[in-house]
């Protein structure tokens, strides 16, 4: 799981390499863009971008992908 980053932490390099392979991991199990972003600590575009870095695919906003169990 992504730990929180420090904030004004400047992220680059291998770092961000890293980092957006964990992200696009947690993501692509299911994790919401949301989500993410709180557990980093960082907003919602910094974690959008971390995955179009990572040439991750993207699923539709606000659109359920999985039936509603009830």
Do not use: C, H
Request: hydrophobic share 35%; proline share 6%; no cysteine.
């Amino acid at each position: 799981m992504v730990e929180k980053l420090t904030p004004g932490e400047w992220i680059s390099g291998e770092r961000r390499v890293q980092l957006s392979a964990e992200v696009a991991q947690e993501y692509l199990s299911g994790e919401t863009v949301t989500d993410i972003a709180q557990r980093l600590g960082r907003p919602n575009t910094f974690v959008y971008t971390l995955l179009l870095e990572s040439r991750t695919p993207l699923r539709g906003s606000g659109v359920r992908t999985t039936p509603k169990l009830t």
